[in-house]
C-alpha cells in the first residue's frame, strides 16, 4: 500500500512540477497542523505587495482582543492618511469609519489610506504600529520578513517569502477564528458605497473562503487563498504571477490537487517548520517592475527571473487589478 502510494505521490508531483516549471514561489498547505502538501522557492525573498494587510489586519485584531481598541473606535483619516497612493477610499481628512469596517475594508478593496488609519490608530502613529508589525512577524517565526508600511507599496525595506506567508495566514485562521468572515466577504459598504473585493476565487473556486491579494509591480500579482471541502481546510501562497488570471487558475489549480490527493498528509507530508532551507538564497526579494509593467519601468534583475513571464501588457496602477475568471469545471 505504501509503496503504491508512494509511486501515486511521485507522479502527481511530477505533473505539479512539469505545470509549473518556471514558475514562481508557491506553496499548499493544511493550517491546522501546518502540513506542507506542495512548495516551489518558499524561501525567495519577495515583495508582499497588499498581502501585508494581512499583518495589518492581524496586530489590529491582538489589539482589539487587549481591549487597546474597539469595534467601533473611530479610525480617523489623517492627512497622512490621505496622501497614500491608491487604491484607496479617499474620505476627507477628519473624517472616520469604525474600526471594525475599516479592517474589512483593507482586506477587500485593499484600501492604502485606510491602512495607514488602522496603523494610526491602533499603533497612535504608523511608525509605532510598523514596529508591532515586525515584533509579531519575530513571534510568529517569520524569519525572513520584514515590514516598512502597513499597506504594502513599494519599499526595498519591506518582504516575505510564501513560508513566512503561510505562517501569518495559519495565525490568523487559528488564533482568530471569530474574523473569518472578514476574508471572506465578497463586498463591503462603506460611505454610501459598495466595495467588491478583488479576491475573484470566493466567486468562481468552490469552497474558497478567504483570504488576501496583493500586486505592485515590483512584486507580480500575489494572492493567499483559502478553501474547505468536506470539513477539509487548505490555503494556497502564489506569489508573482503576471496577471490575476494567471495568479487564480494557479492557486486554484494547486488546491483542487491537494483535495483531490488529501493521502499525501498522512503519508509524506512535512511541515511549514520542517520544509528544507535553500542551500544559498539572495539578500534581495526579486524586482518584476520591468517585466510586469513595461521596460521603462525602474531597475530589474533579470537573472532571477530568467523567461519568467515572456509577454506581458503594461499595469499601471498601484493595486490588484481583478479581470474576469470563468469558472472552473
Not at 508557491?26 to 501585508?52: H, I
Not at 468552490?206 to 483570504?211: H, I, R, V, Y
Not at 530589474?300 to 475568471?325: G, N
Amino acid at each position: 500500500m505504501l509503496r503504491r502510494a508512494f509511486f501515486c505521490l511521485v507522479a502527481v508531483a511530477a505533473l505539479l512540477g512539469s505545470s509549473a516549471a518556471k514558475a514562481s514561489p508557491a506553496l499548499v498547505f493544511e493550517p491546522y497542523n501546518g502540513t506542507v502538501f506542495y512548495a516551489e522557492d518558499p524561501d525567495t525573498l519577495w515583495f508582499p505587495a497588499s498581502l501585508t494587510k494581512m499583518m495589518t489586519a492581524y496586530v489590529a485584531f491582538h489589539a482589539l482582543r487587549n481591549g487597546e481598541v474597539k469595534p467601533d473606535t473611530p479610525a480617523i483619516v489623517t492627512k497622512n492618511a490621505l496622501a497614500q497612493p491608491p487604491t484607496k477610499l479617499g474620505l476627507p481628512v477628519g473624517s472616520s469609519i469604525p474600526l471594525e469596517t475599516a479592517i474589512r475594508v483593507i482586506i477587500v478593496k485593499s484600501a492604502n489610506d485606510v491602512a495607514v488609519m488602522v496603523a494610526e490608530t491602533v499603533g497612535g502613529s504608523e511608525e509605532a504600529f510598523i514596529e508591532r508589525m515586525n515584533e509579531a512577524a519575530k513571534r510568529l517565526g517569520m524569519t525572513s520578513t520584514q515590514f516598512a508600511n502597513p499597506h504594502g507599496l513599494p519599499n526595498e525595506q519591506q518582504y516575505t517569502t510564501a513560508r513566512d506567508l503561510g505562517r501569518l495566514a495559519r495565525a490568523l485562521i487559528i488564533e482568530f477564528p471569530e474574523y473569518a468572515d472578514i476574508f471572506s466577504m465578497k463586498s463591503v459598504s462603506v460611505a454610501k458605497r459598495q466595495l467588491r473585493t478583488h479576491n475573484g476565487l470566493l466567486r468562481t473556486f468552490n469552497g474558497a473562503d478567504g483570504m488576501k491579494t496583493g500586486f505592485i509591480c515590483h512584486s507580480g500579482f500575489n494572492i493567499v487563498v483559502s478553501a474547505t471541502r468536506d470539513g477539509r481546510k487548505l490555503v494556497a501562497v502564489v506569489l508573482g504571477e503576471k496577471s490575476t488570471r494567471i495568479r487564480n487558475e494557479r492557486a486554484a489549480q494547486l488546491l483542487e490537487n491537494g483535495f483531490k490527493r488529501y493521502f499525501w498528509k498522512s503519508l509524506f507530508g512535512t511541515s511549514l517548520n520542517g520544509l528544507p532551507l535553500p542551500a544559498d538564497r539572495d539578500d534581495r526579494p526579486v524586482h518584476l517592475g520591468k517585466i510586469i509593467c513595461g521596460p521603462n519601468y525602474g531597475a530589474i534583475r533579470p537573472e532571477l527571473t530568467p523567461d519568467l513571464f515572456p509577454s506581458q501588457t503594461p499595469v499601471t496602477r498601484l493595486a490588484d487589478i481583478p479581470t474576469p475568471l470563468p469558472p472552473l469545471n
